[in-house]
């Protein structure tokens, strides 16, 4: 079992930054792929960015490459996203969740743990 906790999340004006924490807790040794995923109000969850334990290799979404940085520290086992040019289109419940598959990516369905989530509202 591996519990999940999001936060920093918050209300921002577009171009501002943020950096949003994921703590976890319980057997994470088994978790081989931590991943950052959004939904937006009446939208599915989207992914945006994830980070493999095997080799530490990161990929993406296209909407938020360039802008977003996923990474972790096993030591404190906590994963981060920097959010940088926030758009209103951003605006989202960003959850952080956890794989026991590695290099689960983007695959919304191979990811088995889900934390809470943090919102992300960004004015124009």
């Known amino acids: 079992q591996v519990q999940l906790v999001e936060s920093g999340g918050g209300l921002v004006q577009a171009g501002v930054s943020l950096r949003l924490s994921c703590a976890a807790s319980g057997r994470t040794v088994s978790s081989s792929t931590m991943g950052w995923f959004r939904q937006a109000p009446g939208k599915e969850r989207e992914f945006a960015a994830a980070i493999s334990r095997i080799g530490g290799y990161t990929y993406y979404a296209d909407s938020v490459k360039g802008r977003f940085t996923i990474s972790s520290n096993d030591v404190k086992n906590a994963v981060y996203l920097q959010l940088n040019g926030l758009k209103p289109e951003d605006t989202a419940v960003y959850y952080c969740?956890?794989?026991?598959?590695?290099?689960?990516?983007?695959?919304?369905?191979?990811?088995?743990?889900w934390g809470q989530g943090t919102q992300v509202t960004v004015s124009s």
């Open positions: 969740a956890a794989s026991t598959r590695p290099y689960a990516w983007g695959d919304v369905s191979r990811y088995e743990y």
